[in-house]
């Protein structure tokens, strides 16, 4: 048990579907990040959420849309997805990373889209 | 800008081996160094990390680390690994002045596989 839980753990969706990732954290910590990890690529950091606010985002396409309702969930809304969307999204949160607290992270949602 | 380059995609290893996992950064100001490791479907779990202080850093499972900043490096360590060490180990490094923190950059990973 991490203290980071994301669902679902799998999914599949078509190019014109609508799905949601969600991830909640019990560890209290004030910030939160989505990033996405591809086969034989390095991890991507997506959106950094600092006390509910965006503090990051990193040129990622319309299609992801991020939300955050307070400082213990995450959610990545997607709609209209390219196959090479396709990949392992995984949700982290850490306290202040000015002082140097690593990151703690979920365990991630399998996302293949067809 | 901050880069990450793990110079091993792959090391393979034999049981009760000693192992190094190299890392190598980039950046123009201090920073704070990771290591994490990935097991199959799982997310990443951190070994250690270097803030300050003594460039000797040790982790959970006998792994430890050294930061050399006349090389740049950052370079894991155990003196005999296990089967179950077989993962996917991570070296990040993360600005904690200019960009609070928030920014940390991964390497592509090296998968370490121990061999019986």
């Known amino acids: 048990e991490t203290g980071v839980t994301q669902t679902p753990r799998h999914l599949v969706m078509g190019m014109t579907n609508k799905k949601s990732l969600k991830c909640e954290q019990h560890?209290?910590?004030?910030?939160m990040y989505w990033y996405k990890q591809s086969a034989k690529k390095p991890l991507e950091l997506m959106f950094v959420y600092s006390l509910e606010e965006r503090v990051e985002n990193n040129s990622v396409p319309s299609r992801f849309s991020p939300e955050c309702p307070n400082s213990s969930h995450l959610f990545l809304h997607l709609h209209t997805l390219q196959p090479e969307d396709s990949a392992l999204y995984l949700c982290?949160?850490?306290?202040?990373?000015?002082?140097?607290?690593?990151?703690?992270f979920g365990q991630g949602t399998r996302l293949t889209v067809v | 800008a901050q880069s990450v380059t793990q110079l091993d995609s792959q090391v393979p290893v034999f049981e009760e081996a000693p192992v190094e996992l190299r890392c190598n950064y980039s950046?123009?100001?201090?920073?704070?160094l990771f290591w994490y490791v990935q097991y199959p479907n799982q997310g990443l779990q951190l070994l250690l990390k270097?803030?300050?202080?003594?460039?000797l850093v040790k982790g959970i499972n006998g792994f430890e680390a050294e930061f050399n900043k006349s090389q740049t490096s950052f370079h894991l360590r155990k003196p005999s690994v296990h089967i179950s060490d077989t993962a996917e180990y991570f070296c990040?490094?993360?600005?904690?002045?200019?960009?609070?923190?928030?920014?940390?950059?991964f390497g592509a990973g090296t998968r370490l596989f121990v061999k019986a």
């Open positions: 560890l209290g910590h004030n910030a």
């Open positions: 950046s123009s100001v201090s920073v704070y």
């Open positions: 982290a949160s850490s306290q202040n990373p000015r002082q140097g607290f690593e990151a703690f």
């Open positions: 270097y803030l300050s202080g003594s460039t």
């Open positions: 990040a490094v993360s600005d904690g002045v200019n960009t609070g923190g928030f920014k940390t950059i």
